[in-house]
């Protein structure tokens, strides 16, 4: 699948429509709430599905966030091209980063489709499905592996830590404020100390970007890396 272009690299890319669509809906700015779209469509949209270990997941909950945040200006035909763009992205990565324990990619594939569900929810025929699905699977999967591991807030892939927990925490507030589901509370002994053991995992390293943690974890290469003297 073809890789995304990079404004210089996906999180800013991501980063940057996010804060369009917010400021375009803050300030009713409509002009640039087409901008955004316009992104969406070119970086995203109109490109091929993206499949495997990529950000399938996120690209469709960015596109969902400017869907939502930008509504007024979405052409009809547009946001068909998102639902059947949606769609496909789910079916082709059903079977892909299905492993809840220790797996980052897990984190932020399902919070991406998550976001774009509850977005899309009044106008795409398959959101309920999807969502049904991926909270199905939090209960079922994700949350006992959270009870084995997670005890103190542990639980997480090095360097990791700094992003793809934050894609999670952030559907899982979106979850509560728009659907009225608590998903912090069934794991209570995971979530309460999260925050503080995030500060215990990325000290300060040896060389900027590198290793972070004092035991590094997970397969990202700045959580493998060290210095030797």
């Known amino acids: 699948a073809e890789r995304l272009p990079e404004f210089p690299g996906p999180s800013a890319t991501h980063n940057k429509i996010i804060c369009m669509a917010l400021t375009a809906a803050v300030d009713e700015d409509a002009d640039l709430a087409r901008e955004a ?3 969406v469509l070119e970086y995203y949209v109109n490109r091929p599905i993206l499949r495997g270990h990529d950000l399938h997941g996120w690209v469709n909950g960015v596109t969902g966030m400017v869907y939502d945040l930008c509504h007024e200006a979405w052409q009809p035909d547009e946001c068909e091209a ?13 079977d892909e980063e299905t492993s809840p324990f220790h797996n980052a990619w ?15 929810m009044c106008d795409y025929p398959r959101a309920a499905e999807i969502l049904q699905a991926i909270e199905h699977d ?4 994700a949350v006992p592996c959270l009870r ?5 807030g542990s639980f997480a892939e090095g360097f990791y830590t700094h992003y793809w927990l934050y894609y999670w925490l952030m559907f899982c507030e979106i979850a509560r404020i728009c659907g009225g589901v ?3 509370a069934a794991v209570p002994e995971f979530y309460h100390n999260r925050a503080a053991a995030s500060m215990w995992e990325t000290q300060p390293g040896l060389q900027e970007r590198f290793t972070h943690a004092s035991i590094p974890m997970g397969d990202s290469s700045a959580g493998r890396l060290c210095k030797r003297d």
């Open 37 to 39: 779209i316009d992104l």
């Open 82 to 94: 998102y639902f059947e763009y949606m769609g496909a992205s789910w079916d082709a990565n059903i």
């Open 106 to 120: 897990y984190g932020y594939k399902n919070s991406g489709f998550g976001i774009a569900c509850y977005a899309t």
């Open 138 to 141: 939090y209960r079922e999967r």
């Open 148 to 152: 084995a591991s997670g005890d103190g």
């Open 182 to 184: 608590d998903h912090c």
